[in-house]
């Protein structure tokens, strides 16, 4: 796969229960870590690794059933799995304080995770996505949750994964950078995480992630001191207009870009826009 998507960093791998969690770590000083949500892995990030190792050590875990991760078919990939397998990680790596990247998904398991040391966190980029509920999914993304069709349109046609190479960018993607996006999720098997992702969104009050969300939810006060930073795609039909607002009425300290252009991938539509602000955003929390 490594061939195939041209990653440019080795993977490493540390255990998570029986399973192996994979995991980018480059460069060495301060450390950022960068967390990826449903349906990209660490690959979303390899520009800005690329970008920042010179000066910081950069990690970007690959989720369990995502990327270069084991993924296995008999596993709960719920929302707090994923919180303790990043927790586990990031003991693992004696990292003692960081500056938290996330998007999609990676903002609640992120979030997960800050809440619950908030003593390590030295401040916190967000790009487009959510660590709180808010009762909005678009019909394209509840469809892929239907039971029997979810499965068919998810695992065996690839219709989560696949429309995300150009649903999610204003610039239609490079043919490599697509594949790249693609690698890992080229079977119904490695598609296990994909789907599992999309159910474990918490619509209903009774879902097995509801709670978890609410505790995410609730630990976002222990961060709101922190230095945040967030970098917003405007063309993101999901995390739309809303749930930006809500960051900035969360977090009212926070330097927020607005990149009305760009779409829910982010870093691929305004890249060279968003280093500008991560570069002194960095510095200062290293201070």
């Known amino acids: 796969m490594k061939a195939l998507c041209q990653y440019p960093f080795t993977p490493r791998y540390c255990a998570v229960g029986s399973h192996r969690m994979a995991y980018v770590d480059e460069g060495t000083g301060p450390t950022v870590v960068m967390i990826h949500g449903n349906p990209s892995w660490s ?24 990327g270069f991760s084991d993924k296995p078919r008999d596993y709960p990939y719920r929302l707090q799995n994923h919180i303790d397998n990043l927790e586990q990680l990031l003991d693992h790596l004696q990292v003692e304080r960081c500056v938290l990247v996330v998007h ?6 992120g979030m997960g995770w800050a809440g619950r040391h908030p003593e390590r966190v030295a401040g916190l980029v967000v790009l ?16 892929c949750r239907w039971p029997l ?3 068919l349109l998810v695992r065996g046609l ?3 994964a696949r429309p995300a190479v150009s649903m999610a960018v204003n610039t239609k993607m490079d043919g490599r950078v697509a594949a790249g996006f693609l690698a890992p999720y080229d079977s ?8 599992r992702f999309v159910q474990d969104i918490p619509m209903q009050r009774n879902h097995p992630s509801r709670q978890t969300l609410a505790g995410v939810e609730s630990s976002l006060a222990e961060l709101v001191d922190k230095p945040m930073l967030i970098c917003w795609g405007g063309k993101d039909f999901c995390f739309n207009r ?4 809500q960051w900035r009425q969360r977090f009212p300290g ?7 252009d760009a779409g829910h991938y982010v870093l691929e539509d305004a890249f060279s826009e968003i280093v500008k602000e991560v570069d002194p955003f960095l510095r200062n929390c290293h201070e």
């Open 188 to 195: 119904w098997a490695n598609r296990v995480a994909v789907h």
């Open 242 to 245: 809303q749930f930006y607002d």
């Open 128 to 143: 487009n996505t959510a660590a709180f509920f808010l009762p909005r999914i678009p019909l394209r993304i509840a469809l």
């Open 254 to 260: 926070a330097r927020a870009c607005y990149f009305p």
């Open 43 to 66: 690959y979303l990030y390899r520009n800005l690794i690329t970008e920042l190792r010179s000066a910081y050590r950069c990690i970007a875990p690959d989720h369990l059933g995502c």
């Open 104 to 109: 999609d998904w990676g903002g609640a398991i």
């Open 149 to 151: 069709v979810g499965a």
């Open 158 to 160: 690839n219709g989560f």
